[in-house]
């Protein structure tokens, strides 16, 4: 007698490793298709791609299952699906289907005001990730290398890291500035026109650009922009932003013999710095920027525009400016010291440069989460100790973490003092400024801190000077998750492409090769290898 599995044990036993390795075999094509000019065979694998079964698959998994955002519902109202829907949506994505309005929702910023989000329905944030997945490859082979934001493993801290390289042998002029509503104003024509895909693709983006969106039950056409909220909008600005770098780097190129009139740009999403010595190419960067961003729609945003320099306090306007600058929740600032402390450069006779480069987080930094632990301890005057910690701990763990790549020992001691203070006026508020004897309830000796604030059960509130410090590896510019090279991505961590430890331990000892036949692993070799020989990982 044969057995019927039911629909959600059939979602249990799909070999997700399997469907992995397809989709990528078929991204890494695309990827090298795009990389050498051969347009019209990335276009071909692209149309693959999307007819893929298990590409569908994928894509449903990340909607519904992996995204942080999978609860949350479009105008439809559905917040979740089955899997027997699951498996009914894979095999009705296919069919054509008329995108629906985004749901419209605010969210609020630390400076007061509110930004506005656009949520798809499950169905549309589906169909949004399987031309994601098409997309990506083709343009990750296009997209600038010091172009961060929203890109396959890359991160803030990898443009952190791109600038401390590229100013902590010299003083530089900085122009800090950032892209006035980047997200809503994107001209749709011109971002259409730049999109190399197929035509039923480009039509199904063209359809989610135009969609509209729904406020409070009023409908409101869309005439611009790429609607935070969507899967696929991320990818979308870069692409738009895209020849922004390249624009900088081939009017101001960097020459031999100590020219000094050029620039390097580093963008993360919508923020950007343009470095300099020389204040001259910094202004005229400003205005061609300008103009480049006119035809996308976009303009600089005045407030936020800001011409500094990475040493000395400098006149800008009329204007004195301090030196330094914030970026991505830290401050890039230059400081002068003696010669057993100065910075020297690169070069073979090395000389002191009389100064030293220096990132911490940034005062608004700070101050944001001082606030937010604040805020977590006054919710919590009433709640038991265990409940306080459980809330806290992810809070403090997070800020550190981001953190942690920078100069932060003495900011984080900081912090420990003055969430001390607060944690001893929630103390106060339930026994009075008590004995000894009744502050233990609280607190406990572990270590060496005598006073450690931990229930009796060991759950232990985190101290943000046990972080330890680490140095960030820079990604390499030209690097690509597609380009198949899993001997260095294994080492790298944080990437979107996951290797069990093991394994990248395995690769980088052997350098990519196997030991027997000495043929270098394919990424297909090394996912077979994790989901077989290290099944739990």
Known sequence: MKTSLKT???????????????????????????LSGQNAKARKLQRLLVKSYYAKLLAIRKVTQDNQGKKTAGVDGVKSITPKQRLELAQNLSKYQKAKPLRRKWIPKPNGEKRPL????????????????????????????????????????????????????????????????????????????????????????RQWLKAGVMDNGIFEATEAGTPQGGVISPLLA?????????????????????????????RYADDFVVISPQVEVIQ???????????????????????????????????????????????NFRQYPVGKHH????????????GFNTLIKPSKKSIKAHADQVKKVIKSHKSAPQTALIRNLNPVIRGWCNYHSKVVSKKTFSSLDHTTWQRLRAWTVSRCGKASYKKLRKYYKKNGNRAWSFETNE?????????????????VRPEASPYDGNWTY?????????????????????????????????????????????????
């Open 238 to 266: 870069n692409i738009a932003l895209n020849g922004m770098i390249r624009l900088i780097e081939n009017l101001f190129p960097k020459g031999t013999n100590g020219n000094k009139n050029y620039a390097k740009v580093i």
């Open 118 to 205: 656009g949520i798809p329905t499950i169905n549309d944030r589906v169909r949004q990730a399987l031309v994601k997945l098409a997309l990506e490859p083709q343009w990750e082979a296009r997209f600038e290398g010091k172009s961060y934001g929203f890109r396959p493993g890359r991160s803030a801290h990898d443009a952190m890291s791109r600038i401390f390289l590229s100013i902590k042998q010299g003083e530089y002029y900085i122009l800090d500035a950032d892209i006035s509503k980047c997200f809503d104003q994107i001209n749709h024509d011109y971002l259409l026109s730049k999109i190399d895909c197929p035509s039923t693709i480009k039509a199904q983006i």
């Open 284 to 330: 005229q960067c400003q205005i061609d920027l300008e103009e480049w961003l006119k035809p996308i729609g976009l303009e600089l945003k005045p407030a936020k525009i800001r011409i500094c320099h990475t040493l000395r306090e400098i006149e800008v306007n009329g204007n004195k400016v301090k030196p330094g600058f914030d970026f991505l929740g830290w």
């Open 489 to 537: 991505w294994s080492t790298r961590k944080g990437t979107s492409f996951d290797v069990p430890k093991r394994v990248a331990t395995l690769l980088k000892k052997q350098k990519g090769k196997c030991n027997f036949c000495g043929q270098y692993f394919s990424p297909e070799d090394i996912v077979e290898i994790g989901t077989q020989f290290f099944p739990q990982v």
């Open 458 to 474: 060991g759950l232990k509130l985190l101290i943000h000077a046990e972080t330890p410090i680490t140095r960030h590896v820079t």
């Open 342 to 353: 100065s910075s020297k450069t690169g070069s073979r006779n090395q000389k002191l440069l």
């Open 8 to 34: 959600t044990d059939i979602w249990k036993t799909i070999n997700w490793a399997k469907v992995q390795r397809k989709v990528f075999k078929l991204q890494k094509r695309i990827y090298q298709a795009s």
